[in-house]
């Protein structure tokens, strides 16, 4: 008989517009973090290392990249005889087929897979934070305070706590009330999207608000359960919690990697964090080149210099060439003769000799200021950059561009440039 | 494919010196982030074949954790798949692997339950990318009984380590000598043979009656008469890494653009255990040159002309220059290397010294890395 004492339901099927291009081909969770991994590493090295081996991943927005990192989680010692981890997107029903129209709905839909598994707790995560956290000591905190939903929270400095949903309890935790976003807010413990529901619970509340439309955790499922009188209990994470949600936030997660002892450390032997290698060899750094205060990924050949940034595995940055405070993914190439400053370049791109990427004058972007701002460059996947172009800072481009798309050779700052192309 | 695979991993060679004290040569560490047995494997499962046995004596421990899982060779398969052979006590025989030959032999009953027509046997410690169905075909087109892999070497090559060969101009071999005292051809094998897994089987049973163990002088020297054995050249880049000499200059031959490329960007790929390390980490003060640095290493001094396996730390104000250092060595501050090869899991102290004069220095010092 199959039995699991707890299964995670990993949440990964949001587009995390604030992404800007970056998530234009790819949900948020598939997005590279810290050189070598996705988003999606962090909570599935958790839960390989918390102890669940049983692990729905629900997907809806482009899930390609998604899936084939994913495959049988071969990585994260996920492929399993029973569990392991299964890939659950929308699918179509006898009845009304809809997609996943909210957090709790996606879960709802899968009431039968975690049936088929038995188990006395569901874990529900989010595949967009960078963080490492045992779920089994938060699993010990539920059973032991008696809770029948624990939700995991983390203390934030009291005048950012209006930004989060807030969670109010008493000195044993136990939760007695809840504010969203609030203008004053009476706590600063943060919920952080973790949740562990003792199944009969979870099932129970599912199934009772089933006709609400876009069925969510935070605004129908919880409150539900809270009315009703269940015991909600707070668990308080003290450690390394990075919501990577937009394109600043993004960038500052991975140039705290490269502090001499950064406060989110991968070089621990203890609490890895596993990811797909597709390239194994070694980085090559060449003669002339100069490289402080960065890591780089396997493969890359570094023949210019690379200061206070993080690079990717495959990558090659060209000879005379000056990168700063930059993130380049995987499977980049950047020509000779360039300077880099302050940019996000997303995975294969091909970037021409003599360009300039961030060099000039700030100004606000004219399409969505609201996503590209701090000054960075976002260059989306797959990207095409003539040789002998300057981008501005603040700006996008996207695509297949050639020399007739920058006038002059410039792309001012604030700009937006995205083509179709493939 | 129509071959199944064998691959001699047993052995040892004193031209190693300290480097062999912990590991067989199969699984030595090259090129950074491989074992030596990696591009043998690698080779087989881009050749498709399905079915490999790895036969393992001497000092196997490393090897087998190597092994431990076949998926990253893709030979995690239910038909056919990666076997482990290393010498076992029956009812019948208590011997070591006395040879080669014999070290098959032990395990007969494996090619006799297979179906696949052909044999590729080739060793773990050598370095280089084939196509074993173009051996195949040319040995098939041959009507050979044996294909000998075979390479001319440069002149100052040391080629008395190795088994040379002369052909005819068919390129049947007419003369096998196994480490010549007297060097007569620069034309040595590889080591890397193709057979008919019946033949095979019978010259094994044959020289096992005759208590002959060796497959080169036992089978290869002493039936080059009666049976045809024809040479196979390759002007591809092939290496052996037996010595520490050959050790040192295969992984240096990895700092040239033209080699990297071959093995790291042409298809097909090389592959190893992925061992989840972290992107490699430079400091302030880090500057490297003319290096490969592997994943999980950090490095805060300097390092040129050399190559970093997996998980070095590299102190602040070091100066490595010419040298290895293999995986998981801590390298404390102010230390000097230069012209070294470090042994893996080593704890170098602060303000060490160590330059190899007259040619590559081992260095092992087995310090403890955690005092408590």
Same mark, same amino acid.
């Given at each position: 008989?199959?039995?699991?004492?707890?299964?995670?339901?990993?949440?990964?099927?949001?587009?995390?517009?604030?992404?800007?291009?970056? =998530?234009?081909?790819?949900?948020?969770?598939?997005?590279?973090?810290?050189?070598?991994?996705?988003?999606?590493?962090?909570?599935?090295?958790?839960?390989?290392?918390?102890?669940?081996?049983?692990?729905?991943?629900?997907?809806?927005?482009?899930?390609?990249?998604?899936?084939?990192?994913?495959?049988?989680?071969? $990585?994260?010692?996920?492929?399993?005889?029973?569990?392991?981890?299964? !890939?659950?997107?929308?699918?179509?029903?006898?009845?009304?087929?809809?997609?996943?129209?909210? =957090?709790?709905?996606? /879960?709802?839909?899968?009431?039968?897979?975690?049936?088929?598994?038995?188990?006395?707790?569901?874990?529900?995560?989010?595949?967009?934070?960078?963080?490492?956290?045992?779920?089994?000591?938060?699993?010990?905190?539920?059973?032991?305070?008696?809770?029948?939903?624990?939700?995991?929270?983390?203390?934030? $400095? /009291?005048?950012?706590?209006?930004?989060?949903?807030?969670?109010?309890?008493?000195?044993?935790?136990? /939760?007695?009330?809840?504010?969203?976003?609030?203008?004053? $807010?009476?706590?600063?413990?943060?919920?952080?999207?973790?949740?562990?529901?003792?199944?009969?619970?979870?099932?129970?509340?599912?199934?009772?608000?089933?006709?609400? $439309?876009?069925?969510?955790?935070?605004?129908?499922?919880?409150?539900?359960?809270?009315?009703?009188?269940?015991?909600?209990?707070?668990?308080?994470?003290?450690?390394?919690?990075?919501?990577?949600?937009?394109?600043?936030?993004?960038?500052?997660?991975?140039?705290?990697?490269?502090?001499?002892?950064?406060?989110?450390?991968?070089?621990?032997?203890?609490?890895?964090?596993?990811?797909? @290698?597709?390239?194994?060899?070694?980085?090559? /750094?060449?003669?002339?080149?100069?490289?402080?205060?960065?890591?780089?990924?396997?493969?890359?050949?570094?023949?210019?210099?690379?200061?206070? @940034?993080?690079?990717?595995?495959?990558?090659?940055?060209?000879?005379?060439?000056?990168?700063?405070?930059?993130?380049?993914?995987?499977?980049?190439?950047?020509?000779?003769?360039?300077?880099?400053?302050?940019?996000?370049?997303?995975?294969?791109?091909?970037?021409?000799?003599?360009?300039?990427?961030?060099?000039?004058?700030?100004?606000?972007?004219?399409?969505?200021?609201?996503?590209?701002?701090?000054?960075?460059? =976002?260059?989306?996947?797959?990207?095409?950059?003539? @040789?002998? !172009?300057?981008?501005?800072?603040?700006?996008?481009?996207?695509?297949?561009?050639?020399?007739?798309?920058?006038?002059?050779?410039?792309?001012?700052?604030?700009?937006?440039?995205?083509?179709?192309?493939? | 494919?129509?071959?199944?695979?064998?691959?001699?991993?047993?052995?040892?060679?004193?031209?190693?010196?300290?480097?062999?004290?912990?590991?067989?040569?199969?699984?030595?560490?090259?090129?950074?982030?491989?074992?030596?047995?990696?591009?043998?494997?690698?080779?087989?499962?881009?050749?498709?074949?399905?079915?490999?046995?790895?036969?393992?004596?001497?000092?196997?421990?490393?090897?087998?954790?190597?092994?431990?899982?076949?998926? %990253? %060779?893709?030979?995690?398969?239910?038909?056919?798949?990666?076997?482990?052979?290393?010498?076992?006590?029956?009812?019948?025989?208590?011997? %070591?692997?006395?040879?080669?030959?014999?070290?098959?032999?032990?395990?007969?009953?494996?090619?006799?339950?297979?179906?696949?027509?052909? &044999? &590729?046997?080739?060793?773990?410690?050598?370095?280089?990318?084939?196509?074993?169905?173009?051996?195949?075909?040319?040995?098939?087109?041959?009507? +050979?009984?044996?294909?000998?892999?075979?390479?001319?070497?440069?002149?100052?090559?040391?080629?008395?380590?190795?088994?040379?060969?002369?052909?005819?101009?068919?390129?049947?071999?007419?003369?096998?000598?196994?480490?010549?005292?007297? &060097?007569?051809?620069?034309?040595?094998?590889?080591?890397?043979?193709?057979?008919?897994?019946?033949?095979?089987?019978?010259?094994?049973?044959?020289?096992?009656?005759?208590?002959?163990?060796?497959?080169?002088?036992? *089978?290869?020297?002493?039936?080059?008469?009666?049976?045809?054995?024809?040479?196979?050249?390759?002007?591809?880049? %092939?290496?052996?890494?037996?010595?520490?000499?050959?050790?040192?200059?295969?992984?240096?031959?990895?700092?040239?653009?033209?080699?990297?490329?071959?093995?790291?960007?042409?298809?097909?790929?090389?592959?190893?255990?992925?061992?989840?390390?972290?992107?490699?980490?430079?400091?302030?003060? +880090?500057?490297?040159?003319?290096?490969?640095?592997?994943?999980?290493?950090?490095?805060?001094?300097?390092?040129?002309?050399?190559?970093?396996?997996?998980?070095?730390?590299?102190?602040?104000?070091?100066?490595?220059?010419?040298?290895?250092?293999?995986?998981?060595?801590?390298?404390?501050?102010?230390?000097?290397?230069?012209?070294?090869?470090?042994?893996?899991?080593?704890?170098?102290?602060?303000?060490?010294?160590?330059?190899?004069?007259?040619? *590559?220095?081992?260095?092992?010092?087995?310090?403890?890395?955690?005092?408590?």
């Amino acid at each position: 008989m199959i039995k699991k004492e707890m299964i995670a339901m990993l949440l990964a099927g949001g587009q995390g517009s604030r992404l800007g291009v970056l =998530t234009s081909k790819m949900a948020k969770p598939a997005v590279s973090f810290g050189g070598k991994y996705r988003i999606i590493d962090f909570p599935l090295s958790n839960c390989i290392n918390s102890g669940i081996d049983t692990v729905g991943v629900l997907t809806q927005y482009q899930p390609l990249k998604l899936n084939t990192h994913i495959g049988i989680g071969i $990585p994260w010692d996920l492929d399993r005889n029973i569990g392991g981890v299964t !890939v659950l997107p929308p699918y179509e029903k006898s009845g009304n087929s809809e997609w996943y129209t909210g =957090t709790a709905n996606a /879960i709802f839909q899968n009431l039968e897979y975690m049936e088929n598994y038995n188990p006395d707790y569901v874990l529900i995560l989010s595949g967009d934070h960078i963080y490492k956290m045992d779920y089994e000591v938060m699993l010990d905190f539920h059973k032991e305070s008696g809770a029948e939903v624990t939700i995991a929270s983390m203390p934030v $400095p /009291i005048e950012e706590a209006s930004r989060f949903g807030i969670v109010i309890a008493d000195e044993k935790k136990k /939760i007695t009330d809840f504010e969203e976003k609030p203008e004053n $807010p009476r706590s600063n413990l943060a919920s952080m999207g973790i949740y562990i529901f003792n199944w009969k619970t979870l099932k129970e509340a599912l199934i009772a608000k089933a006709d609400q $439309p876009a069925l969510d955790f935070g605004k129908h499922v919880i409150p539900y359960c809270f009315e009703k009188g269940a015991p909600m209990y707070t668990y308080e994470f003290n450690g390394y919690w990075k919501d990577v949600g937009t394109l600043s936030s993004y960038w500052e997660a991975n140039m705290e990697l490269i502090d001499i002892v950064p406060e989110f450390n991968l070089y621990e032997e203890y609490w890895k964090i596993y990811t797909k @290698s597709d390239i194994l060899p070694p980085q090559y /750094i060449a003669s002339n080149s100069v490289v402080e205060r960065s890591i780089i990924g396997e493969g890359s050949e570094i023949y210019g210099q690379v200061y206070n @940034s993080v690079i990717g595995c495959g990558v090659v940055i060209g000879e005379g060439t000056v990168v700063r405070n930059s993130i380049i993914m995987n499977q980049t190439q950047v020509g000779s003769n360039c300077i880099v400053e302050k940019a996000i370049i997303d995975e294969y791109v091909q970037i021409g000799d003599n360009v300039e990427l961030g060099t000039m004058e700030e100004k606000e972007n004219d399409t969505k200021p609201g996503i590209y701002n701090h000054g960075l460059v =976002t260059i989306g996947e797959k990207s095409i950059i003539p @040789s002998d !172009v300057k981008i501005g800072k603040n700006s996008v481009v996207s695509g297949v561009t050639d020399s007739n798309d920058y006038p002059d050779g410039i792309l001012d700052s604030g700009k937006t440039l995205i083509k179709a192309g493939e | 494919m129509r071959a199944l695979g064998i691959i001699l991993a047993g052995g040892n060679s004193k031209r190693m010196k300290e480097l062999s004290h912990k590991r067989a040569i199969s699984a030595m560490p090259v090129a950074g982030s491989y074992r030596s047995i990696d591009f043998t494997l690698s080779n087989m499962t881009n050749s498709h074949i399905q079915k490999v046995a790895v036969i393992t004596q001497y000092n196997s421990r490393s090897l087998h954790e190597h092994l431990n899982s076949s998926k %990253w %060779w893709d030979f995690g398969r239910k038909q056919g798949g990666l076997y482990t052979f290393t010498p076992t006590v029956t009812p019948d025989n208590s011997n %070591w692997y006395r040879g080669t030959a014999e070290s098959i032999y032990q395990n007969i009953l494996f090619l006799k339950r297979s179906h696949e027509p052909y &044999v &590729v046997i080739a060793n773990g410690d050598c370095v280089y990318k084939m196509d074993y169905n173009k051996v195949l075909e040319y040995h098939i087109a041959k009507k +050979a009984d044996i294909t000998v892999v075979v390479k001319d070497m440069p002149a100052d090559a040391e080629i008395e380590r190795y088994g040379t060969v002369k052909m005819n101009e068919d390129f049947r071999i007419e003369e096998f000598e196994e480490k010549p005292m007297v &060097v007569k051809s620069t034309t040595v094998s590889c080591g890397i043979y193709v057979i008919r897994r019946r033949q095979l089987i019978e010259l094994l049973e044959k020289c096992a009656e005759e208590g002959r163990y060796d497959f080169v002088q036992d *089978i290869l020297i002493r039936y080059k008469d009666v049976k045809r054995i024809y040479g196979y050249k390759i002007n591809s880049y %092939w290496r052996n890494i037996a010595s520490v000499e050959d050790y040192y200059g295969t992984n240096m031959d990895f700092l040239k653009p033209e080699i990297r490329n071959y093995f790291f960007k042409q298809h097909p790929d090389v592959y190893s255990k992925v061992d989840d390390l972290p992107p490699a980490k430079y400091n302030p003060g +880090a500057q490297v040159k003319n290096s490969l640095i592997s994943s999980g290493c950090i490095v805060n001094g300097t390092v040129e002309n050399s190559i970093l396996f997996k998980q070095v730390f590299v102190g602040n104000n070091c100066y490595i220059k010419n040298s290895i250092i293999l995986n998981d060595v801590y390298l404390g501050d102010n230390t000097h290397i230069e012209n070294c090869i470090v042994e893996s899991r080593d704890t170098i102290r602060a303000n060490s010294y160590h330059v190899g004069e007259n040619g *590559i220095k081992v260095v092992v010092e087995k310090n403890e890395r955690y005092v408590l």
